[in-house]
């Protein structure tokens, strides 16, 4: 369903922008002109989000804020003002705005802020549903497609494979995979086949008994039998050596293991969830994988696309991270601005999911207040993003101009930190403030 937008302003074309720019995003759009018709149709409506004018006659959008908070709390608020100052944000944000947008504004900035307040309500919803089974964060097309399979599948009990680059949510999916089974009281058993010898997988997953080998003096049970009942969990199975996938294959078809040293079968009820960031064929071509081994593993796949395909996802995940992290205690971030949200929204993430965790931990590490902006960012990315400057379409540019627009750009993208620009542009911060007085750019 489309999210429900509110919007308040006393002043009738205003309020006629606003609706037009949401309904052309598809969001269902309710406008009125006083906070008292909000806050009764708030009584009969569930909202995800509520923009309000600043300065309104009878009540103002502050006082219709602090309202709204403490009685419908899932309904995030964005306030609008043509007279913001920096003191007014600051107030706003404290009382529990998610942003305090300046008029004029472009329809492109109402349009992120909305989206990002509308992902920051939807991580808030989750988060406060803690203890529920792991949770696939996600509204892409691609992502709820994922969902919808592994809710599906979890209940088919069949065995799984899933792919998808490293760090895209393998594990995560093989977790829900198992809490939304009917296995889901049994154990969930993780394995990584990767970088360990034939010898020592044997003795991982079917175990030993007592004397088969030196040292082992008494039996041990393996994986597989401590999977029983529940599930077992094959990480980086591309890895495993092809003589281990003969007798895992054996294991899976006879529903039985024999502990390495030992002669007696002992019968097994698990579920073969496995995992690669592998190409699944390439790795059949080139004889790493045995084509009988990956038919029993690979009964239904569920493909994890990297994040750099389902970019709306990213906010999103980012202000679920900041939650988690604020959770754990790590963090008093409320936020990240529109301009380290946009370069990360165009960020290429080669490690997916869990670099954008990597660059969020490191940012609200180092970020000195409840903001995450561009200089908290690693520096390569924002550099990457530098490399992509572009002169402005036109006539040919003066020097002059394009030293202009330069500046503009980097200061744009260090969110006007100036010693981090002077950094970039090569010059010390009085040159820097020099030039920023002569174009008019301070
Ligand atoms: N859709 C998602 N929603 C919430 N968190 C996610 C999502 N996808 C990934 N994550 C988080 O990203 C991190 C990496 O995920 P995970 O370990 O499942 O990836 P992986 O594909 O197994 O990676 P690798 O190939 O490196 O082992 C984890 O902390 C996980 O919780
Ligand atoms: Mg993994």
């Known amino acids: 369903m489309n999210d429900h937008v509110v919007i308040v302003d006393d002043d009738p074309i205003t309020l006629k922008q606003l609706r037009r720019i949401l309904e052309n995003q598809g969001y269902r759009v309710s406008a009125f002109s006083t906070p008292q018709r909000v806050l009764q149709?708030?009584?009969?409506?569930?909202?995800?989000?509520?923009?309000?004018?600043?300065?309104?006659?009878?009540?103002?959008?502050?006082?219709?804020?602090?309202?709204?908070?403490?009685?419908?709390?899932?309904?995030?608020?964005?306030?609008?003002?043509?007279?913001?100052?920096?003191?007014?944000?600051?107030?706003?944000?404290?009382?529990?705005?998610?942003?305090?947008?300046?008029?004029?504004?472009?329809?492109?900035?109402?349009?992120?802020?909305?989206?990002?307040?509308?992902?920051?309500?939807?991580?808030?919803?989750?988060?406060?549903?803690?203890?529920?089974?792991?949770?696939?964060?996600?509204?892409?097309?691609?992502?709820?497609?994922?969902?919808?399979?592994?809710?599906?599948?979890?209940?088919?009990?069949c065995t799984v494979m899933i792919t998808g680059a490293s760090g895209t949510g393998k594990e995560l999916v093989a977790r829900a995979l198992h809490a939304l089974s009917p296995r889901a009281a049994k154990?969930?058993?993780?394995?990584?086949?990767?970088?360990?010898?034939?010898?020592?997988?044997?003795?991982?997953?079917?175990?030993?008994?007592?004397?088969?080998?030196?040292?082992?003096?008494?039996?041990?049970?393996?994986?597989?039998?401590?999977?029983?009942?529940?599930?077992?969990?094959?990480?980086?199975?591309?890895?495993?050596?092809?003589?281990?996938?003969?007798?895992?294959?054996?294991?899976?078809?006879e529903k039985e293991v024999i502990r390495v040293g030992g002669t007696r079968p002992i019968p097994l009820d698990v579920r073969i969830v496995s995992a690669t960031a592998k190409d699944l064929k390439a790795a059949v071509e080139s004889g790493a994988l045995r084509d009988d081994f990956l038919f029993r593993v690979n009964v239904f796949n569920i493909h994890l696309p990297p994040l750099r395909e389902r970019r709306e996802d990213i906010p999103l995940l980012a202000y679920h991270i900041l939650h988690r992290l604020q959770r754990r205690g790590a963090s008093k971030i409320s936020a990240i601005s529109q301009e380290a949200m946009a370069l990360l929204t165009r960020y290429a993430f080669p490690g997916n999911v869990r670099e954008l965790e990597n660059i969020l931990e490191r940012a609200a590490a180092v970020c000195h207040d409840e903001i995450?902006?561009?200089?908290?960012?690693?520096?390569?990315?924002?550099?990457?993003?530098?490399?992509?400057?572009?002169?402005?379409?036109?006539?040919?540019?003066?020097?002059?101009?394009?030293?202009?627009?330069?500046?503009?750009?980097?200061?744009?993208?260090?969110?006007?930190?100036?010693?981090?620009?002077?950094?970039?542009?090569?010059?010390?911060?009085?040159?820097?403030?020099?030039?920023?007085?002569?174009?008019?750019?301070?």
């Open 187 to 253: 154990p969930f058993v993780a394995f990584n086949c990767g970088a360990l010898t034939e010898t020592l997988i044997a003795n991982e997953l079917f175990g030993h008994e007592k004397g088969a080998f030196t040292g082992a003096d008494r039996c041990s049970p393996g994986l597989l039998e401590m999977a029983d009942g529940g599930t077992l969990f094959l990480d980086e199975v591309g890895e495993m050596p092809l003589a281990m996938q003969v007798k895992l294959l054996r294991v899976l078809q």
């Open 41 to 157: 149709h708030l009584e009969k409506t569930p909202c995800d989000l509520l923009i309000s004018d600043v300065k309104m006659p009878a009540m103002s959008g502050m006082d219709l804020m602090t309202q709204v908070r403490g009685r419908f709390p899932a309904v995030e608020v964005i306030l609008v003002s043509g007279y913001a100052t920096l003191d007014g944000a600051v107030a706003a944000t404290k009382e529990g705005a998610f942003h305090y947008l300046a008029k004029p504004f472009t329809p492109e900035q109402l349009r992120q802020r909305v989206q990002e307040a509308l992902a920051h309500g939807k991580a808030r919803r989750m988060a406060a549903g803690q203890g529920l089974p792991p949770l696939l964060i996600g509204a892409s097309a691609a992502m709820r497609r994922v969902e919808a399979l592994v809710r599906q599948v979890a209940a088919a009990d």
């Open 372 to 442: 995450i902006r561009v200089s908290d960012l690693p520096p390569d990315l924002v550099e990457l993003e530098l490399r992509e400057y572009k002169r402005p379409e036109g006539p040919l540019m003066t020097l002059e101009q394009l030293e202009q627009d330069y500046i503009a750009h980097v200061l744009k993208l260090t969110d006007g930190a100036r010693a981090r620009a002077a950094d970039i542009l090569g010059i010390d911060r009085a040159s820097l403030w020099r030039k920023l007085k002569k174009y008019g750019l301070d």
